[in-house]
Structures are given as structure tokens and as C-alpha cells.
């Protein structure tokens, strides 16, 4: 059964740092981009990064640009996402998400195909 499993999240102050992880079963990922979303409560959806299946290739949201990492480790079948100097708004669920298509790159969550339950990040003093 093909599955992606997101773990890291947390309670943290402002200026904190988190990291996520995203681990894939059930499939191989080093054919898929992955992209990382969050949703904050009564907002959409919105995508943070994302990651080539290669990984040479990555994108950031303006929002995160600078504070945000993502990395991947086709080994372990697992992509990270390192989260520094943390704000309040970068609450949220966070959902890490796989597709085949070539359209990964500009994070349009129509885009992909399978989906992580997701794990929660609050950042508040």
C-alpha cells in the first residue's frame, strides 16, 4: 500500500527550529517530486517547497525563502524539510505530497497524486 508518513512537527517558540520528515513506504521514491504544503485553520492550502526527484532541482515559497530547506534521501526513502527562524504564521499542518508529473515545480496541489495525513507546527511564545 503506498503511503507517505510525515513526522517532526511541534510545539515551538518564535525563532525556533523544526525538522520535518516525510517517509514514503509501499513505492519507490526516487521517481517522484515531492512537495510540502501547509494549511493554517480557516485558510487554504498553500505549498512551501518542493523537490525534483533527483533532487537538484528545488522550489520555496516567498514566504520561506532564506528559512526553509528541503532535502531528500532516496536511500532511506525519505524527504526533509529543515525549518529555521520560525514565526507565528508558519502554523499549520504540514502535508508532504508525491507526484509523477512534471508539473511539481510551481506547487499546485492538484498536481499530486498522494498524499501524507500530516503533522502539526505551532509556533507561539
Known amino acids: 500500500q503506498l503511503q507517505l508518513v510525515e513526522s517532526g512537527g511541534g510545539l515551538v517558540q518564535p525563532g525556533g527550529s523544526l525538522k520535518l520528515s516525510c517517509a514514503a513506504s509501499g513505492f519507490i521514491l526516487d521517481y517522484y517530486a515531492i512537495g510540502w504544503f501547509r494549511q493554517a485553520p480557516g485558510e487554504e492550502r498553500q505549498g512551501v517547497s518542493s523537490?525534483?526527484?533527483?533532487?537538484?532541482?528545488?522550489n520555496y515559497a516567498d514566504s520561506v525563502k532564506g528559512r526553509f530547506t528541503i532535502s531528500r534521501d532516496n536511500a532511506a526513502n525519505t524527504v526533509y524539510l529543515q525549518m529555521n527562524s520560525l514565526k507565528p504564521e508558519d502554523t499549520g499542518v504540514y502535508y508532504c505530497?508525491?507526484?509523477?508529473?512534471?508539473?511539481?515545480?510551481?506547487?499546485?496541489?492538484?498536481?499530486?497524486?498522494?498524499w501524507g495525513q500530516g503533522t502539526q507546527v505551532t509556533v507561539s511564545s
Open positions: 505530497a508525491a507526484t509523477g508529473s512534471l508539473g511539481w515545480f510551481q506547487m499546485y496541489g492538484y498536481e499530486y497524486n498522494y
Open positions: 523537490i525534483s526527484p533527483s533532487g537538484d532541482t528545488t
